[in-house]
């Protein structure tokens, strides 16, 4: 674990504890709490995106999967839980540089896939999911510098 990258290191110490406890049909209380201890507002913006059911996740018989996030400004980010990545500018200029542990997207889709019948799922062939991919990450901006 030393030779991680802190930003995982932190990921991982910090905020996977606590939403490892969020399941069921609604988040605990104290659970909550923790949560908002740990991501402030960002989490108020991410149970927004819950609420709407703005999370849409999608897999493929081999197993590959991917959440799309369809944001209040009507555009729509790729989530890659497993790699903790957001094609978002926040995943960008805040979560890259340490700055947060994560966007918002990337909460939202954490908290959605944890709790039932919060989100959408849709099974894609390999080439749709690949197509969906191309399509988000080759408008995503600029590379982080």
Same mark, same amino acid.
């Given at each position: 674990?030393?030779?991680? +990258? ?5 990921? %991982?110490? @910090?905020?996977? +504890? ?16 923790? @949560?908002?201890? #740990? ?9 927004? =995106? ?9 897999? $493929? ?24 990545? &957001?094609? &978002? ?11 947060? #542990?994560?966007?918002?997207? =990337? ?19 390999? %080439? ?5 991919? @191309? ?6 901006? $600029? +590379?982080?510098?």
């Amino acid at each position: 674990m030393a030779n991680q +990258p802190a930003g995982l290191l932190d990921h %991982q110490t @910090l905020a996977k +504890p606590v939403l490892d406890l969020v399941c069921g049909s609604q988040i605990d209380n104290d659970v909550l709490s923790s @949560l908002l201890a #740990l991501f402030g507002h960002t989490l108020e913006q991410a149970l927004n =995106l819950v609420d709407r059911r703005a999370v849409c996740k999608y897999t $493929t018989a081999s197993g590959r999967t991917v959440c799309e996030i369809n944001s209040t400004s009507g555009q729509s980010y790729i989530v890659l839980l497993d790699a903790r990545f &957001c094609s &978002c500018h926040a995943y960008e200029y805040t979560v890259l540089k340490h700055s947060a #542990l994560l966007c918002k997207h =990337l909460l939202a889709a954490e908290i959605a896939t944890r709790l039932d019948n919060a989100i959408t799922t849709e099974a894609l062939s390999e %080439q749709a999911m690949a197509l969906t991919l @191309l399509t988000h990450l080759c408008t995503a901006t $600029t +590379p982080v510098s």
